[in-house]
């Protein structure tokens, strides 16, 4: 699987332009997952479910699934964080996988920059960045600066730097997953 990364301060649109790029490598005919690191407690799951009780039940891992999706959650209980291969290899095989998040693992990303947000550029300390994308000039770099709002060009840079096509042909899967 091919892995890039949006890195960049809170606020500059990281979320957006993920959001933005996922059906946009689809329509290309990419088959995207994403990853996003959160650097607080979370949960997805809601007091007085089922599956709620079942974790707070001391649960090692809780598998929730219907007929249109299903999730895993798997609690820690004072364990360490899992590494992010360790997280990647959780996923089921795809083309691209995109990462909010994780902004110091030394896997390529582009910077999400915006002047107005009053952070410094990471760019320059962080060689893993192959691209800035902006909302305006970005000077201080020799890194291709991409214009945010454009997420064809994003996604453009995106397939020349790492080309990627779809792991089979929408008939051809279709035929693999016996459809």
């Known amino acids: 699987m091919r892995v890039i990364g949006l890195a960049g301060w809170s606020g500059s649109g990281k979320t957006t332009l993920l959001s933005r790029l996922v059906p946009e490598l689809i329509g290309r005919g990419l088959r995207v997952s994403t990853v996003k690191h959160a650097h ?7 007091p007085g479910k089922d599956s ?6 001391g649960a090692t891992e809780v598998l929730v699934a219907s007929a249109h999706r299903w999730a895993l959650m798997h609690e820690l ?3 360490p964080e899992p590494d992010f291969e360790t997280l990647l290899a959780k996923l089921a095989p795809v083309d ?3 990462v909010e998040g994780f902004k110091h693992h030394p896997h ?12 410094q550029l990471l ?3 962080d060689p893993h960045i192959v691209a800035v994308a902006s909302d305006g000039p970005v000077p201080e770099t020799a890194l291709p600066v991409l214009d945010l709002d454009d997420v064809a060009a994003v996604a453009g840079f995106i397939q020349s730097r790492f080309p990627i096509g779809p792991v089979f042909p929408s008939a051809e899967r279709e035929r693999a997953d016996g459809r």
């Not at 607080?40 to 809601?46: G, S, Y």
């Not at 709620?52 to 039940?57: D, G, L, Q």
């Open 40 to 46: 607080h407690a979370f949960d997805i799951d809601q």
């Open 52 to 57: 709620y009780v079942h974790r707070m039940a």
């Open 77 to 79: 209980r004072d364990a």
């Open 96 to 98: 691209l996988v995109l």
């Open 108 to 119: 390529p990303k582009i910077e999400v920059f915006r002047r107005a947000n009053g952070k």
């Open 123 to 125: 760019a320059p300390g």
